[in-house]
């Protein structure tokens, strides 16, 4: 590699690596604990559901921490 003069490094990384990602860890959370524990109520409407229930998880410092 004398074109990029030492300056590139290749990491390789898996093709898939669930906890490396804390996209996956916030939507385990979401899954194990939310809306897709418990049936919708009458009214309730999911997409209003689903953004409370991450707006909670945004909304803890610590929770949002451990998924890094």
Same mark, same amino acid.
């Given at each position: 590699m004398s074109s990029t003069q030492g300056k590139l490094?290749?990491?390789? @990384?898996?093709g898939y690596a669930p906890?490396?990602?804390?996209? =996956?860890l916030v939507w385990s959370r979401a899954w194990r604990t %939310? /809306? &897709? #524990?418990r049936p919708l109520m $009458? %009214? =309730? $409407? @999911? &997409?209003?559901? /689903?953004r409370q229930q991450f707006a909670d998880i945004g909304n803890s410092p &610590? #929770? /949002?921490r451990s998924f890094f």
């Open positions: 490094t290749l990491h390789f @990384l898996p906890d490396l990602n804390p996209y =996956e %939310g /809306v &897709a #524990r $009458k %009214g =309730e $409407k @999911l &997409a209003q559901s /689903v &610590a #929770r /949002v």
